[in-house]
């Protein structure tokens, strides 16, 4: 019960954009969405097995789902240099949005009910914590938009010669 939102926001997820968020929005609300549902999952089934199988299991979903559609980054992946490329952009950062702050957020949402008095328990909330910073430049990467500075003659005026339209 616990892992089933996992299944439905693959399946959403992957209807709502197969190839990939376009938009920063779009970016920042399947990132927000995949917190949600991997802290609901840890929370849930108070285990750390979660931390695998919530990210896991969105990801059969998702490529399930994305049988019927078309496209270099949706498509089986091709071994050429453009198939490999198409691979990473395509399911890498769909990958880096979803699954990474999916398993960060279960393993939050796990520990939130553990009281562990392991020694190695500092070495997993270490990891978790570094992960954690990762996921947030992640948010913070995707939701500022582009800057770059204008190029000085890399388009043709707007305004026709001889005018006095300024």
């Not at 089934?45 to 979660?50: E, G, I, K, Q």
């Not at 328990?121 to 204008?150: D, E, H, I, Y």
């Amino acid at each position: 019960m616990g892992l089933l939102p996992a299944l439905v926001w693959g399946v959403l997820v992957a209807f709502w954009r197969p190839r990939g968020p376009v938009f920063p929005i779009e970016a920042v609300a399947i990132l927000l969405g995949s917190i949600a549902v991997g802290a609901f999952a840890g929370r849930y089934t108070r285990s750390r097995w979660a931390i695998l199988l919530t990210p896991l299991l969105f990801l059969v979903a998702a490529e399930v789902t994305r049988v019927g559609f078309a496209g270099p980054t949706v498509d089986y992946p091709r071994p050429t240099a453009l198939g490999i490329l198409a691979l990473i952009v395509g399911r890498g950062f769909q990958a880096l949005l979803t699954l990474l702050p999916m398993g960060v957020a279960a393993a939050y949402g796990a520990g939130s009910t553990r009281h562990s008095r392991s020694p190695w328990r500092w070495v997993g909330r270490f990891v978790t914590g570094v992960l954690a910073v990762v996921v947030v430049a992640t948010g913070v990467v995707v939701a500022v938009p582009g800057r770059a500075a204008p190029i000085d003659g890399a388009f043709p005026s707007l305004r026709t010669r001889g005018s006095s339209v300024s």
